[in-house]
């Protein structure tokens, strides 16, 4: 009897001393962005003043430092910092700057029934593919409509945000969640400080199949801008993932189409600016480490209140790919643009053709990305 109290004792220690570990020592994990770009748009850095920041050659994309711990039974603390180069000029010389900044930083619950709330800076619910990290873009660049409707950092802001499960017979949530309106995104970023976004994201998981699932989701926001105006964002997106009981470690297909929309008014103009852009790609794992991928995405622009960095009329792109994954902690992608219309270049070449080759690594403990 002694015996197995000593041992109930013994038991009863070790898992306080897990548990406690687990709260005082927080996960650590790091991701780099190896990239060589070639393209017919940067070859030249024809306005000294202003490098360019998408230059031609080698160079480090972004590293990612990633800590995240339970704070105690009932929230979880969140950092990623994110540390990328910028090129700056005295007008004769270009300098390469190094930027630490933090991507995230949000604490979230972890106790409450069926309710997910978050406080803090955070990439907004708008969309699907606003919510990736730079490492898990499907291509090397965002779409055209993510790039130009919600600037190059994406909708990411501080504020608090509130996921509930609905009643329903498959996976359905809805996020509501409330922006400061004072992000990197101009187009959110109003002079007032009393302005700030709402947005509604909701979303819907099907098992259409043991193999083959079905995600639909709407998403909507608004809030004052830097114009003096109002801006509107709506969107919807789609994505069927198939993989076979039988042979899915060698065979898998993601097939994925988000819609981006942007009406914008500007204060004392009478026409509002109206933007919106697809982008549908398909990915196919053909072998245990390789996947093909192709995307089509394009961009439409009417009334345009800058021409110089958004200017009026359609552009589109096609982007081709191949990726090789040695593991769950290394990638290698090769891809090749080609975009047509939009900005053009600065010898006035309205079509680009890059083509990119990256490379991803990751060590310690990286969470699960969202499905």
């Not at 972890?110 to 919510?131: C, E, I, Q, R, Y």
């Not at 873009?137 to 790039?147: E, R």
């Amino acid at each position: 009897m002694r015996i197995l109290f000593a041992l109930l004792c013994l038991s009863i220690a070790h898992s306080a001393f897990a548990a406690d570990s687990s709260l005082k020592t927080p996960n650590i994990s790091a991701n780099t962005l190896f990239l060589y770009q070639n393209s017919n748009f940067h070859k030249d850095d024809v306005d000294p003043a202003n490098p360019d920041q998408n230059r031609n050659g080698f160079d480090i994309q972004e590293a990612e430092l990633q800590f995240y711990s339970d704070v105690d039974p009932y929230t979880r603390l969140n950092m990623l910092l994110s540390v990328h180069p910028e090129y700056e000029s005295d007008g004769t010389k270009v300098e390469e700057k190094w930027i630490l900044e933090p991507e995230e930083l949000f604490v979230e619950s972890t106790s409450l029934p069926s309710v997910l709330l978050k406080l803090g800076k955070f990439k907004a619910a708008m969309g699907k593919h606003n919510m990736l990290h730079t490492h898990a873009y499907p291509f090397i660049q965002a779409p055209l409509a993510n790039q130009a409707l919600l600037g190059d950092e994406g909708l990411n802001d501080v504020g608090l945000s509130g996921a509930i499960m609905l009643p329903a017979p498959w996976f359905s949530e809805l996020t509501l969640q409330a922006l400061r309106g004072e992000g990197e995104n101009a187009e959110f970023n109003s002079p007032s400080p009393s302005d700030g976004v709402g947005l509604a994201h909701w979303k819907n998981l099907f098992d259409l199949s043991d193999a083959l699932t079905m995600e639909l989701g709407l998403s909507y926001a608004t809030g004052g801008n830097s114009l003096k105006g109002t801006t509107a964002l709506s969107g919807a997106d789609l994505t069927f993932k198939w993989r076979p009981n039988e042979g899915g470690r060698y065979h898998s297909l993601i097939w994925s189409t988000e819609y981006l929309a942007r009406n914008e008014s500007q204060s004392g103009v009478s026409d509002n600016e109206k933007s919106y852009g697809v982008s549908s790609f398909i990915q196919y794992q053909f072998a245990e480490r390789w996947a093909a991928l192709y995307r089509y995405d394009n961009l439409n622009v009417e009334n345009t209140f800058n021409p110089a960095t958004l200017p009026n009329g359609p552009s589109e792109r096609n982007s081709l790919a191949i990726a090789y994954m040695p593991s769950e902690f290394s990638s290698f992608k090769l891809e090749y643009d080609q975009r047509h219309g939009g900005v053009p270049s600065s010898s006035g070449e309205d079509t680009e053709k890059a083509i990119f080759l990256q490379a991803n690594f990751t060590i310690g403990s990286h969470p699960a990305h969202a499905y």
